[in-house]
């Protein structure tokens, strides 16, 4: 994702190794920055020295370590070779020591700078301030991240524009969109509630609001196409609200939109693996939901099942027509009974929707009862399978309180090979009672993909302290050091 | 003996941080410490160390009793308004101006365990991790509420010899009354950082700036006296376990220390300008508002007399503490009051301390004395019996507390107001045939009651109609007929025992539904337990309904059912 800020020192990796220095920066292919610690580059890592113990970064989780105090040590043979005759490796040449060091130079000289025009800007009263081709944008990520969802945000949009035949109104400004480097920023700037991970605000010019989830970029994506669907359903008519049902539904749907980096289209129809999961969930319980009740209820059930059903009606050519009929019509098709909400919008009740879903797909009651079983074995069809959808499903069956299911899930998505810490942290929480020794080494592999996350320093100190209890103290204090909000909280009862 | 540990650790909490139930453990004690007086236009605060001149005319605002961390709050005279350009609406402000202390002391305390045994010899450490705000903009993130902010300027300066942080933040996002700007000059001692922050609305900057500044400018250091308010366990906290266990003569006693220590820090730190008043079992504190106070007071005691004669039998000879109504001048002290640090008053409001209300602009029958009386209500039953205080159902809470509402004291007597909107609700639901029957109300569960048809609008309505069945039930009308006599008595006392019996079964059956070892019986043991709990609330209101009702027949219920219709039309 990131590539203008891959750069020769990375490259180099192991060759240049900077000693401790005051003004060393390690700037995360993520955008996370660690200054004013000692650093120092040793084989694979480049290690952070903190009161309370050494952290070790990898070095492919590294965009940039800049220090102007740098020695080079040549690793192979042919660079020993050629160290023996004066000569350097830089960008895949060979340089004398003087044109080295310069070339080197210069090269963290612009990575320095690069990485204090990012810091400047990681203040709200100091954001980048920018317009794409139909956005507003201010920002507080790194210049790159900022690109990548520009990029996304403009296919996005060109995607439903033509698809749903709907354009932006040019007397208005583009809309604003507010993307922030943490939750806690998003939080405090924007104002969202505990809660909330993203917001769309509807009147005006409109306002998107979201944070940058460096651990979860895929979440972050998700978050924003589906914000960014609810100001698409704005521009079908905009003084139309959309009811519960189908808008945030149609809202998950292109949620799980993935942009195709060499065409440069999205893609739609994928799955919601973190939804389907929870339908999943509740057909184990039996709760199952008929349309009739979601059409005419506003309920959380719009965001899961609502989203399964219209991914069942867009699988289908035919149906799909006859839907994007529907939810276009509803907004502004002849035959349709509105009323006037709050702010003066035009709105349909839940019994006109259902009278008028039927009436676009022809269905009478008994219509309905077999389109309903159709798509409740569609939905009981469809797998999981990937290492993300793996993650989410593990992490929803924790959260219903599947802990067997839940610790199943995790094993198969490390065993396919997941990269996710959170994997390895949701694992270790769960066997840490049973298999501590286990638990450790989750924590210790959640670190090594991670070391920035003091909530597995933190964790891991309470599962050691049993064993070691000056360990378990230092990892504790050391978990702090790395964040000293963390305000991890818990409570545990045991009774003989 | 059976032994146990149990080591609790908790949520986010800012000093003085602690539990719930020792929140208010490590609250300082004022009395220990003189109280802020203003003198020759200074506002001086001794304990803390520092004077100010606040800006001509604008009031002193009264701190909690438990605060740890303001020094001092002022609010402007006058209110700015702002129109939203998008929705058109009009929004009003009063400028705050509040000084902040940070104790350096305060700010590094993080954890302390303490240890208990219970009767049955169970062995308790709860371990208290202290939470302290870490500097202001911490403050700032867990204490704001007025929108989102950000930090558009932060320079350092001196003024006089003392060193300055100065910020300009701005409230753009979400905000309440309209985008506001705060300015925060925080004066560095080795001791304490006193920050002195003011809100204001965005369009006022220009205007208010100056004047602000030049009350910070006045800022200076005096010498203190008196303890600060440093956290430490003050040992004269006592706690809700102690109020509800053990034999009544030892509950009785511990309420009675807990009434006696809570009227005793309210009162003294009131500021100078603030008095006070007894009247029955109620302490009023009041602010320019005594002839109001007053009469609050005369009618808070008689509907205490009314709530233990109507109620009586609930929780009987348990003690009640008397509560404590603050009367704020008006509606925006009443609000600021309650704004600025967090602390142990979440909790102790939630256990019947104090209830927060001013003088209402539409007089006595107005919606604040409403307010007050569902306050009062809830405190009562809460320390009366807490489990049927939370386990009444939707229909009857919604009924009760509306009906409290109305109550207005004539001399020694109630009066009980109809609320003209649930009654045309009502009336107009039978007219159109649309009218749960009194057995269906009965039988809702919350989630029913809640979620049946019509949506909102249908939610409200049968809000209404709850309101206007308890109403019926605790009329003269009802105490006529012998199906409604003595009904509401006969219905608390059957949920008791039912509430009662439902806890035993839930303790055991908490035991027995947690053993699963494979995922089929996982996913087994899930959905007996989901069905459990749609049900448990529906089980617990059948069995109220059938120990209520087990002898009514179809005929007794028409009888019922026309003798309410009747009275309502």
């Keep these: ?496 | 003996m059976r032994m146990a540990l149990a080591t609790l650790a908790y949520a986010i909490v800012s000093m003085p941080g602690l539990t719930a139930v020792h929140a208010a453990a490590s609250c300082p004690a004022p009395a220990a410490s003189p109280l802020p007086q203003e003198v020759g236009g200074f506002y001086e605060n001794k304990r803390f160390g520092f004077k100010f001149k606040a800006p001509r005319k604008w009031s002193n605002v009264a701190l909690k009793t438990d605060e740890a961390w303001l020094a001092g709050k002022y609010m402007s005279d006058k209110t700015y308004f702002h129109t939203d350009k998008d929705t058109l609406w009009t929004m009003e402000h009063t400028p705050e101006l509040m000084v902040i202390g940070f104790i350096d002391e305060n700010m590094k305390k993080r954890q302390e365990e303490l240890e208990e045994e219970d009767s049955d010899g169970v062995k308790k450490t709860t371990r208290i991790i202290y939470n302290p705000y870490k500097n202001y903009e911490d403050f700032l993130e867990r204490t704001y509420t007025g929108g989102g902010w950000f930090i558009d300027d932060k320079k350092t300066a001196k003024v006089g010899k003392l060193e300055v942080t100065k910020y300009q933040i701005k409230v753009e996002k979400l905000s309440r009354s309209g985008p506001k700007r705060i300015i925060t000059w925080i004066y560095h001692t080795d001791e304490i950082d006193y920050a002195m922050q003011t809100e204001i609305l965005e369009d006022e900057h220009k205007k208010l700036s100056r004047i602000i500044e030049r009350s910070y400018k006045s800022f200076k250091l005096i010498d203190r006296e008196g303890k600060l308010p440093t956290s430490g366990k003050t040992h004269d906290f006592i706690t809700i376990t102690e109020m509800t266990e053990g034999t009544p003569k030892e509950r009785r006693t511990k309420r009675m220390e807990s009434q006696e220590l809570l009227q005793r820090r309210a009162i003294e730190a009131l500021p100078g300008d603030w008095g006070h008043e007894r009247s029955g079992d109620v302490l009023l504190l009041h602010h320019d508002q005594e002839k109001w106070a007053k009469r609050l007071g005369a009618h808070t005691a008689v509907f205490m007399k009314w709530m233990e004669k109507t109620f009586g039998y609930i929780g009987k000879g348990e003690f009640v503490r008397a509560p404590i109504i603050r009367v704020c001048n008006d509606r925006e002290e009443e609000n600021s009051f309650g704004r600025g640090a967090r602390s142990g008053s979440s909790w102790w409001f939630s256990a019947g301390g104090e209830i927060l209300t001013h003088k209402d602009d539409e007089g006595f029958i107005g919606f604040e004395v409403g307010w007050v009386n569902r306050r009062l209500f809830g405190h009562w039953m809460q320390e009366r019996d807490r489990d049927l205080a939370f386990a009444i159902p939707q229909w009857l809470s919604t009924g009760l507390y509306d009906y409290v509402a109305g109550a207005r004291a004539k001399g020694n007597k109630l009066n009980f107001r109809v609320d003209d909107w649930d009654r045309d609700e009502a009336r107009l639901a039978i007219a159109q045939g649309k009218a749960a029957s009194p057995r269906e109300l009965i039988k809702a569960t919350r989630s029913e009651f809640r979620n049946s048809t019509g949506g909102f609008q249908g939610y409200w309505n049968r809000s209404a109609q709850a309101s206007m069945l308890v109403r019926y039930l605790m009329s003269k009308e009802a105490n006529r007929s012998k199906f409604s006599k003595g009904l509401l008595e006969t219905y608390m006392v059957n949920l008791k025992a039912a509430v009662d019996e439902a806890k035993k079964k839930d303790n055991e059956n908490f035991k027995a539904n947690n053993n699963a070892e494979t995922e089929e019986e996982e996913a087994e043991q899930a959905k007996a337990r989901a069905e459990r709990w749609r049900k448990k609330e529906k089980e617990l209101m059948d069995d109220v309904f059938f120990r209520t009702f087990r002898d009514w027949s179809d005929k007794d219920w028409d009888a019922f059912e026309k003798g309410y219709f009747d009275w309502i039309s």
Excluded at chain 1, 33 to 41: H, N
Excluded at chain 1, 482 to 491: A, E, G, N, Q
């Design chain 1, 1 to 496: 994702m990131r590539s203008f800020l891959r750069t020769v020192l990375v490259a180099v990796g192991t060759a240049v190794c900077a000693n401790s220095a005051a003004a060393d920066i390690l700037l995360l292919k993520d955008g996370r920055f660690v200054d004013g610690r000692e650093m120092k580059r040793v084989e694979g890592y480049v290690e952070i020295q903190y009161e309370n113990g050494v952290v070790r970064v990898r070095n492919d989780l590294i965009e940039t370590f800049a220090s102007d105090d740098f020695a080079y040590a040549p690793q192979t043979d042919e660079e020993k070779a050629k160290f023996a005759e004066g000569l350097y490796p830089f960008e895949g040449k060979w340089l004398k020591e003087s044109a080295w060091k310069k070339k080197i130079q210069r090269a963290v000289a612009e990575k320095r700078a690069e990485i204090e025009e990012a810091i400047a800007h990681s203040e709200w009263g100091n954001r980048y301030e920018e317009k794409s081709k139909n956005f507003q944008w201010h920002y507080t990520v790194p210049k790159d991240v900022g690109e990548y969802f520009k990029l996304r945000c403009e296919a996005y949009y060109n995607k439903l524009c033509k698809d749903w035949k709907v354009k932006r109104s040019r007397k208005k400004d583009p809309m604003g969109m507010n993307l922030y480097a943490s939750r806690r920023e998003f939080q405090r700037t924007s104002g969202a509630s505990g809660g909330a991970l993203a917001y769309f605000m509807f009147l005006g010019s409109y306002d998107l609001n979201l944070y940058y989830d460096r651990l979860d970029t895929e979440l972050t994506e998700m978050v924003l196409y589906h914000e960014l669907s609810h100001y698409m359903q704005k521009l079908i008519d905009e003084e139309f609200r959309m009811p519960h049902w189908p808008g945030e539904a149609i809202a998950e749907y292109y949620g799980a939109m993935k942009y195709d980096p060499k065409t440069k289209k999205m893609a739609t129809g994928l799955l919601q693996d973190g939804r389907l999961a929870e339908v999943h969930a509740d057909m184990k319980t039996g709760k199952m939901l008929s349309i009739r009740d979601m059409i005419l209820k506003d309920a959380y059930t719009d965001y899961t099942w609502g989203w399964s059903f219209v991914h069942f009606l867009n699988e289908d050519p035919k149906r799909a027509k006859l839907f994007k009929d529907f939810f276009i019509g509803l907004a502004k098709g002849k035959g349709v009974d509105r009323t006037r909400q709050g702010f003066n919008l035009k709105w349909v009740k839940g019994t006109e929707v259902l009278r008028y879903f039927m009436d676009v797909f022809s269905l009478d009651d008994e219509g309905l009862l077999e389109m309903e079983r159709e798509w409740h074995t569609f939905v009981e069809g469809l797998e999981t399978t990937s290492t993300t959808g793996l993650d989410k499903a593990a992490a929803k069956a924790l959260q219903n309180g599947y802990r067997i299911q839940a610790k199943r899930l995790l094993e198969e998505a490390i065993d396919a090979g997941s990269e996710n810490p959170q994997t390895f942290h949701r694992y270790a929480r769960l066997v840490r009672g049973k298999s501590p020794t286990d638990a450790v080494k989750n924590w210790e592999r959640a670190i090594d993909l991670d070391p920035l996350v003091a909530t597995y320093y933190w964790e891991m100190a309470k599962t050691k302290k049993k064993s070691d209890k000056a360990e378990g103290e230092r990892l504790e204090k050391l978990a702090l050091e790395l964040d000293p909000h963390l305000s991890v909280t818990w409570i545990e009862v045991t009774y003989d």
